[in-house]
């Protein structure tokens, strides 16, 4: 295989077709060995970019990290003014590079204003990507930061020299692992704002670093996992979608919780699987392929709290059946400081909620082979003797008797009720469902409620193991909210 040749004056007459002029901005991410073989070698891809940027112009380079040979010879120049920052670091060639670089460690934001990467953008100056591609470009670290996402950690670097001294500093939202730079390749080319050229053999990206922001704003906009992978296999990007899910989340007044034992059979599974999707909540239904009614009452209290300990909150014990158990339930509940216990309704519902009082604990009660006006007779029974019933809609059970869940069910006779949503769906025969492709009509019963500021939780149920994973179930509920 042939080296391609190229030095000092091809490199320049590149860089000029490719449209940079005398007086312009750069900063340059390199691979001096993607250019071939270079007469004079990184210092003269640096001498031909002074070339063409003349006196006017400035060269910059990031100088964190893993630098490359070019930027080495940036950096080491004697004419070079390096910004002060520990974390983000530039050096600068040319007319503006002290004013581009100045005070960089005071900003807030590492890569946000008053930072070399948007003072060039404001300066109209281009990012140049040499031989290099998306995942190099620290600019697209700037839109990250100036849309605050949810993902980003605060960093604290300390004992860092400064004009001023020796000092120690944290700058919020800043980038952390894996991006999908890369993955934004195609966007910025259909855009016909980013040119590209050939310089030696290095494919030479060139963009004026004030379009890439805006190109890349818009899109973190659109989607705030813009540069985040979709592979499920990468631990990064999944726990940083987390983070995006859990702060939309935090800003509906519901809560989500999911089923522990659609999260998994043992506790540690279920924390990891929560904390996966970005959920901060269980129902506690069972464990270790026990059901919660069958479970004593200090394996229950060290679920819970196993599960506080991974910053995941039990909304409530949830017993699948009526049974001598129920009221030892209660003392459980109580116990464990959950103060919550979901059971089926029945007859027995006044004698329940009159012990559960009296032990401080609060009943809410599911519909299992209740038509709606049975449970609405029930639960209108328990309020006229002053007893405060709580009832958990599941749609796919109503359902299943022949009902209409939402127009029939819920709007004409359970309203009122209401302090929990299951969010399961099957078709009128039982076959479970995906949410909102069954008959349950969970969409508009997420919507009802959400139009009411619905305080209490919507629980992705258990019987969503039989058509995928807490994953399948977590991503298809995000996907309503988005639909509505």
């Known amino acids: 295989m042939t ?36 007469e004079g070698g990184a210092a003269a891809v640096v001498r031909a970019f002074l070339d063409v940027l003349g006196e006017a112009g400035t060269l910059v380079v990031p100088i964190f990290g893993s630098l490359g040979a070019i930027t080495e010879v940036v950096r080491d120049d004697p004419r070079a003014v390096r910004s002060v920052h520990p974390k983000a670091c ?43 591609d998306q995942d190099r470009n620290t600019t697209l670290h700037t839109v990250e930061e100036l849309e605050r996402l949810a993902y980003l950690k605060p ?190 309704l029945s007859g027995d519902a006044e004698v329940l909620l009159k012990a559960a009082a009296a032990k401080g604990v609060r009943l809410s009660f599911f519909n299992a082979d209740l038509s709606s006006d049975r449970a609405s007779a029930l639960l209108q029974s328990l309020a006229a003797k002053n007893l405060r019933p709580g009832f958990v809609f599941n749609g796919a059970n109503f359902a299943r008797a022949g009902e209409n869940p939402f127009l029939g069910s819920y709007k004409k006779k359970l309203r009122r009720f209401v302090d ?16 909102a492709c069954g008959h349950a009509e969970v969409k508009e019963m997420i919507s009802i409620l959400r139009c009411a500021s619905f305080v209490g939780p919507m629980v992705l149920g258990a019987a969503n193991r039989q058509v995928g994973t807490l994953a399948d179930a977590a991503a298809r509920f995000e996907h309503l909210l988005d639909t509505m």
């Open 155 to 344: 960093i604290t670097a300390e004992s860092f020299h400064t004009s001023e001294g020796l000092k120690t500093k944290t700058w919020p939202y800043f980038p952390g692992p894996h991006r999908n730079f890369i993955g934004l390749d195609r966007m910025l080319r259909d855009s016909g704002k980013m040119r590209m050229g050939k310089i030696g053999s290095a494919i030479t990206r060139l963009i004026k670093s004030r379009d890439l922001i805006e190109l890349a704003t818009a899109a973190a906009r659109q989607n705030p996992a813009f540069v985040l992978c979709d592979n499920p296999n990468c631990a990064d990007c999944t726990n940083q979608r987390a983070d995006l899910r859990r702060d939309r989340l935090s800003r509906e007044s519901f809560t989500l919780a999911a089923a522990a034992t659609l999260a998994g059979k043992y506790l540690p599974e279920i924390i990891d699987q929560c904390r996966a999707v970005g959920i901060d909540a269980v129902e506690l239904d069972g464990l270790a392929g026990r059901p919660a009614h069958a479970m004593s009452a200090r394996q229950i209290a060290s679920a819970v709290r196993e599960l506080d300990s991974g910053s995941i909150r039990v909304t409530a014990i949830r017993s699948g059946i009526l049974s001598d158990t129920n009221a030892s339930m209660m003392d459980i509940a109580a116990a464990s400081g959950v103060r919550r216990l979901v059971l089926p």
């Open 90 to 132: 530039m050096a600068a060639l040319g007319a503006k590079a002290a004013e581009i670089c100045q005070d960089h460690w005071k900003a807030e934001l590492a890569h946000g204003p008053d930072t070399p990467y948007t003072r060039i953008a404001a300066l109209g100056g281009y990012v140049c990507l040499l031989g290099v």
């Open 3 to 38: 080296t391609e040749r190229i030095d000092r004056d091809q490199i320049a007459a590149d860089l000029r077709s490719l449209g940079l002029l005398a007086g312009d901005i750069v900063l340059l991410h390199s691979s001096l060995s993607s250019l071939g073989h270079v």
């Open 420 to 435: 929990q949503l299951d969010l399961v769906d099957a078709t009128a025969d039982g076959t479970p469902q995906p949410l």
